[in-house]
């Protein structure tokens, strides 16, 4: 939760100024009702290859196949901006610890930036590589450390909010969408839908869990509801103390909007207190750095034990039992695409988590619509089913493909996001559908050298899930 409410509650703010608690609440919505679709399939596949397995069971094998790609790809994306944020405070950790404030600005050289970002890539996974248990026991430490120093951070901005020169007085206006344009609404809610995402790494690891076919869908519910409750009351105490003007520590101000925290630290908490945010950002992005391995390898794992994938990526590490060689794809790949990004373009943190809010809305409406269409037989045989299995996933799915459909018509703009624009097409866009297509490439390419997959000889909506 530290990673994403400093990278996002500025990109909110901007988008929806001081609506940005109801946006929150909307961003919930869909993930919400998704998750039951999530839980639902899970009962009956516990899969680890999850949206890739379940879209591939409903849909056919070409929408399958896309959809694992589009997971795949938002999981490798994110490493590299988790990875960015957590350098980024490193730094300002290390600047404010020894009163040095050229180590404290030394995240913002390319190179410096790059190569301590290779590294703390390098850490995570080895960690993830290491297997399920010593990932377990590093997130305790680390989310639990985060959690109470954001309490700590948002009832302190509470009390201060009063004597704060930019600060608001709380207002349940905040709650109501009332006021806002619909593009407003659509490009925030992008961005809260990207801080909600993934909770489906509970089911990834659903075949190395104790009850597999009920504990991952029962964690990933309650990670959406823990997370919404840890946001609102982060997110409105940032706003009481900083307000939204577009000057100095308000959360309107672009200077501002990639890292909210990294400003309002010092101000809110004091020296050398503000320490503790600094570091609970870098635990929250080593933690979720660590983690988000475990949905990307587990996906490619699931791929490959259905010939979807080259065989390589179902190898199993013999001691560790992790799938090893996906672990270090996924690793170099996300540093390769953040050192690409990161020294073309300076903007390009702030547009990959908008273009991955395409990519998340893509495969998790999909799988939101295939728990629909693979229970189409007994969707009314009671009200439970009814429910779960037809109208959460319905509302789910409808609110993520209106969020993308939304999104790829305003991102077309140049002005959408941070400005920056490919041929006169917005960064954000390309990013967003060009890696979409890419993948369409590459299935084409694995069809005509391994056509058993799209052939439906590896997987149909009759074959018994592998579970290892």
């Given amino acids: 939760p530290a990673y994403c409410l400093t990278a996002t509650i500025g990109i909110l703010v901007t988008q929806t100024g001081h609506k940005m608690a109801v946006v929150i609440i909307a961003g919930f ?37 896309l959809g694992g790609w589009a997971a795949i790809l938002a999981t490798a994306i994110v490493l590299s901006n988790l990875a960015g944020v957590a ?28 190569a301590t970002c290779l590294g703390f890539l390098a850490v995570a996974t080895w960690v993830a590589y290491r297997g399920v248990t010593t990932t377990e026991r590093v997130q305790f430490v680390l989310v639990g450390f985060q959690l109470v120093t954001l309490l700590a951070f948002a009832l302190i901005a509470v009390v201060k909010s009063g004597s704060a020169p930019t600060g608001m007085a709380f207002s349940w206006d905040w709650f109501s969408p009332s006021g806002l344009t619909l593009s407003a609404f659509i490009a925030g809610l992008s961005g809260s839908i990207f801080a909600f995402w993934g909770w489906d790494t509970c089911l990834t690891v659903n075949e190395e869990s104790k009850g597999s ?29 900083a307000g939204t003007g577009t000057e100095g520590i308000g959360l ?6 990639e890292n909210v925290f990294g400003d309002l630290a010092e101000p809110v908490l004091g020296n050398p207190w503000h320490l503790f945010l600094f570091l609970a950002v870098l635990a929250s992005s080593t933690a979720s750095l660590i983690t988000t391995f475990l949905p990307s390898s587990r996906t490619m794992l699931g791929m490959a ?43 390009a943190l702030m547009d990959t988590i908008y273009a991955l809010g ?19 037989k007994e969707l009314f045989a009671d009200v439970n089913s009814f429910v779960f ?37 917005g960064l954000v866009l390309v ?30 909506k009759d074959t018994p899930v592998i579970v290892a």
Wanted: aromatic share 16%.
């Fill in 29 to 65: 919505l869909p993930m919400f009702f998704a998750a039951y679709a999530y839980r639902e399939l899970n009962r009956v596949m516990p899969d680890c290859g999850t949206s890739f397995t379940w879209t591939t069971k409903a849909f056919g094998p070409y929408i399958g196949w």
């Fill in 87 to 114: 350098v980024q405070f490193f730094y300002q950790f290390l600047g404010d610890l020894f009163g040095n404030k050229t180590l404290g600005r030394l995240w913002e050289s390319p190179w410096v930036n790059v």
């Fill in 213 to 241: 076919d009920k504990t991952p869908g029962r964690a990933a519910l309650l990670t959406v509801l823990s997370i919404l409750l840890t946001y609102l009351i982060v997110a409105t105490a940032t706003q009481m103390y």
């Fill in 252 to 257: 309107g101000n672009p200077a501002n909007a």
């Fill in 305 to 347: 034990a259905y010939q979807a994938l080259p065989e390589r990526f179902a190898s199993i590490h013999p001691r560790y039992l992790t799938p090893s060689y996906a672990t270090i794809t996924a690793g170099v790949v996300a540093g390769t695409f953040y050192a690409v990004m990161h020294l073309l373009s300076q903007n």
């Fill in 358 to 376: 395409i990519m998340i809305c893509f495969y998790y409406g999909l799988t939101a619509f295939a728990c629909i269409w693979f229970f189409r």
């Fill in 389 to 425: 299995k037809l109208l959460f996933p319905l509302l789910g799915g409808l609110g993520l493909f209106g969020v993308l459909i939304i999104t790829l018509r305003d991102s077309a703009s140049p002005d959408y996001g941070s400005g920056a624009a490919v041929f006169g097409v």
């Fill in 431 to 460: 990013l967003g559908v060009g890696l979409i297509l890419l993948g369409g490439v590459l299935m084409l390419v694995w069809r005509a050298k391994q056509p058993a997959f799209f052939r439906g000889e590896t997987l149909h």
